[in-house]
Nanobody, 123 residues
């Protein structure tokens, strides 16, 4: 069973930055970051195809967030800049060996999930 562990969350002020990390027990073929607030569906934030290098972003974060990976460390990163209160959520990393349709940012395309980490942005 693949295990993923997120780190780097916390509380910041609007305009500040955070970097989330996600370490996997297995090679990451395709990975992604998602977020969820209570009462809402899980939302795709960013995904990455490790082999092609292709990256995909949700409209609300494009230009502010950057997804990357370290293939040697089996680690995903999410650099979050210019944070706003609307970015407050539980953030989850995920990975899948099947990279089909990851550009849709749909959580259903991902097989393995981390436990989540809280990010809180205050105004």
């Amino acid at each position: 069973q693949v295990q993923l562990v997120e780190s780097g969350g916390g509380s910041v002020q609007a305009g500040e930055s955070l970097r989330l990390s996600c370490t996997s027990s297995a090679y990451i073929y395709c990975g992604g970051w998602f977020r969820q607030v209570p009462g809402k569906e899980r939302e795709g934030v960013a995904t990455i195809n490790t082999n092609s290098g292709g990256t995909y972003y949700g409209a609300s974060v494009e230009g502010r967030f950057t997804i990357s990976r370290d293939n040697v460390k089996n680690t995903l990163y999410l650099e979050m800049n210019s944070l706003i209160p609307e970015d407050t959520a539980m953030y989850y990393c995920a990975q899948t060996p099947n990279c089909r349709d990851i550009d849709t940012l749909s959580p259903s395309r991902f097989k393995y999930w981390g436990q989540g980490i809280q990010v809180t942005v205050s105004s």
